[in-house]
């Protein structure tokens, strides 16, 4: 059975084209031999959808593009898709954080996630309810039946151990699967970055491997939505929790994977990047949310202020290695606290990054805005510098 692991970065509420991204990877996966795609956690929606799941006719699109997704399948392939389940009753909250089981001319609810985090950055007992049974999907697939246990996420943070304990009475997702003879344990994520967290999931999957005896796959969502960022950073481990396949960090990936059944590792169909660097993964990421928030909002072009100092030189590579130097305009605004080492480091930052910069004395500005508030301030106004240190800096005594 050769896996497809799409690493997909969607547009929060945009059903049809979140479809239409599933629909050109699974076209990928199956030219290149696949029979099951696996789509990162509501994947047709994008993560994190908020409040637009509280919109009946989104909820009802929603219907008719899986329908379309199931009569455009390729044939003898099966999609997993990230989806948003009406619970029917009519109350509040009305929905799982589910997947569908997409194939040829039909779809089926295969998966509901049983923990929803509600903590930090997510609120999801607002709109979900919680999955209330293990998920276990059996497909007949080259002459056997494979065993695949499935799990959404926050499922797979449940080792106390290295969580520091659990609410009590909360469910254990793993734990409920570990006497299932899974063939594989499926999770599929939308996990924002973290430093240090990367090496937490995958800490998290090889318990995880460990207590129900078989390989993890871990598929996570990449991309920035607003103030999150997703770095991917999706992984295959084998039973006892070796790492077998890494994708690529903080950019859209799809790889293979094929395991055999009885063994506890097997090689990668396609190479993938390795781990990289944490300072490397760090500045991948920031360049994806800035690249992502500009796109994903309609932004064309960035204006940034160039001071010479290390803060907005910083700034400067980041948003020039998102959006490219034509896209980028660098200003110096000179004050009469500027020191002329400042002035040329900015000059010569903007000529290495190749972009276009002007340059605005706002000293001019200071002096009108002194003068409307010295009346206020009892008559004491700013002073311009008179000297600048000796120690090169370029600060002021």
Not at 61 to 66: A, N
Not at 149 to 154: A, F, K, N, P, V
Request: charged fraction near 20%.
């Amino acid at each position: 059975m050769r896996l497809a692991l799409a690493q997909l970065n969607p547009l929060v509420g945009d059903l049809e084209g979140n479809g239409r991204r599933i629909l050109a990877a699974a076209d990928r996966a199956r030219a290149a031999g696949a029979v099951l795609v696996l789509t990162p956690e509501l994947s047709l929606w994008g993560y994190p959808p908020r409040d637009l799941l509280l919109r009946p006719a989104l909820i009802r699109h929603q219907q008719q593009v899986l329908e379309d997704l199931a009569a455009a399948c390729p044939a003898d392939l099966a999609v997993l898709v990230g989806m948003a389940e009406p619970a029917g009753g009519g109350g509040h909250p009305g929905l799982y954080n589910a997947l569908a089981l997409v194939e040829r001319g039909g779809w089926r609810v295969v998966c509901r996630k049983r923990l929803l985090p509600s903590y930090d950055v997510f609120d999801e007992r607002r709109y979900f309810l919680p999955g209330d049974a293990p998920a276990l999907l059996e497909l007949p697939l080259g002459g056997r039946t494979w065993r695949l246990g499935l799990t959404i996420c926050e499922d797979l943070w449940v080792a106390e151990d290295l969580l520091g304990g659990r609410p009590p009475g909360a469910a254990d997702p793993i734990g409920d699967l570990a006497d299932r003879r899974l063939d594989l344990l499926l999770n599929l994520s939308a996990s924002p970055f973290g430093r240090q967290k990367g090496e937490v999931r995958q800490r998290l999957a090889a318990r995880a491997a460990e207590r129900v005896g078989a390989p993890v796959v871990y598929l996570n969502q990449v991309g920035g939505n607003d103030e999150l960022v997703f770095d991917g950073a999706s992984f295959v481990l084998d039973r006892s929790g070796r790492p077998l396949l890494r994708l690529a960090c903080a950019a859209e990936d799809l790889a293979l994977w094929e395991p055999e059944p009885g063994e506890e590792a097997a090689a990668p169909a396609t190479p993938a990047p390795p781990a990289p660097d944490p300072w490397e993964q760090l500045l991948r990421v920031l360049v994806l949310g800035v690249r992502d928030y500009t796109g994903k909002c309609g932004f064309q072009r960035a204006l940034l202020g160039l001071s010479g100092g290390i803060d907005s030189a910083l700034v400067a590579v980041i948003a020039t290695a998102a959006l490219g130097p034509e896209r980028v305009h660098a200003l110096r605004m000179p004050s009469p606290f500027s020191s002329a080492g400042s002035l040329d480091d900015a000059a010569a930052l903007a000529g290495r990054l190749g972009l276009q910069m002007s340059t605005l004395p706002i000293a001019p500005l200071m002096e009108a805005f002194a003068a409307a508030l010295t009346p206020a301030l009892g008559g004491h106004r700013w002073a311009s510098p008179r000297r600048t240190c000796s120690r090169g800096s370029g600060a002021h005594c």
